[in-house]
């Protein structure tokens, strides 16, 4: 295994979102406070939006870690829903409660354990994942069950992770009651390639790695550019170059090694070779870079 022959502790690079590789790149600790206060101040529904692979799914992770245990949540990993009733069915499954019976019974179900959750002085988070797949019915049935409170306050609130094509849903005119009352609306991009080059260090040391000892520093930069700021191509693309050493029995990942790994996943372009503008000697890599190298 590439982990034993680099002399890491546990696999980098997780094809999964794992809460204990989050990276506070600033955009995403500025999203995820921006969540965190709308849920503080009783928000009913906050949206996140992002391109795919920014990280949408494990700040939503993140966001209900740092809730903890002062909500009861639910995480929807799905929103390919065909009616209220699957959408009503999906949230009570989460939250552990019966799901069989009509959509009206559904819905009076959830809404008991809502309002008794609420007057039990906890609130209720529920999150939803590929929330841009929602149909405006859908979208409107999370508006009235946010619209539930008990004890002055919300018995419900809705966090909803989607790609920005969500908004030109939310902006059809029948949802208008909706997108008035979403004052949340936090987004997250691309990482810069210093947060992308900081990104690759962080997940090798978290790992139980040394960067300096696997990883050849025009590699990273390789990584960092060609993958685009994208957490998921940056592990995708990461990963790939660490196996290739393996198999070539490197002692640490090389360009080449990165250029082939970007190549694989269809990441390869001109954008992926070492920035070649100088550094204050006319040698190294960007001068940008080199401060994230000199803490590696």
Request: aromatic letters at 4%; one cysteine or more.
């Amino acid at each position: 295994m590439a982990e034993n022959r680099f002399g890491l502790k546990r696999r980098p690079f997780s094809p999964l979102p794992d809460t204990e590789f989050y990276y506070p790149a600033t955009q995403h600790e500025t999203a995820l406070a921006h969540l965190l206060r709308g849920i503080a101040d009783d928000e009913g529904v906050l949206v996140l939006t992002g391109v795919p692979g920014a990280g949408k799914t494990l700040l939503g992770y993140v966001l209900l870690e740092r809730l903890g245990d002062t909500v009861v949540s639910a995480f929807l990993t799905t929103s390919h829903l065909a009616d209220r009733a699957a959408l009503l069915q999906a949230i009570l499954f989460d939250l552990g409660l019966p799901y069989d019976g009509t959509e009206q019974t559904l819905r009076l179900r959830l809404t008991e354990q809502l309002l008794k959750t609420c007057a039990d002085k906890k609130r209720t988070v529920i999150v939803i994942d590929e929330a841009h797949h929602l149909s405006a019915d859908l979208l409107e049935e999370l508006r009235l069950l946010a619209n539930l409170e008990a004890g002055g306050g919300k018995a419900v609130q809705f966090v909803l992770l989607a790609q920005p094509s969500i908004l030109a849903t939310l902006g059809h005119s029948a949802l208008s009651s909706l997108q008035q009352r979403i004052t949340v609306r936090a987004t997250i991009a691309a990482l810069d390639v210093e947060e992308a080059f900081d990104y690759l260090l962080h997940q090798v040391r978290l790992a139980g790695g040394k960067p300096e000892k696997i990883f050849e520093e025009t590699a990273l930069e390789v990584i960092a550019r060609g993958s685009h700021g994208i957490p998921r191509c940056l592990n995708q693309a990461a990963r790939q170059a660490l196996l290739l050493a393996e198999e070539g029995e490197l002692t640490k990942v090389d360009a080449e090694a990165a250029l082939e790994g970007l190549s694989l996943l269809g990441l390869s372009d001109e954008e992926a070779g070492v920035h070649e503008e100088p550094t204050p000697d006319g040698e190294g890599p960007h001068p940008h870079i080199q401060k994230f190298i000199r803490t590696a």
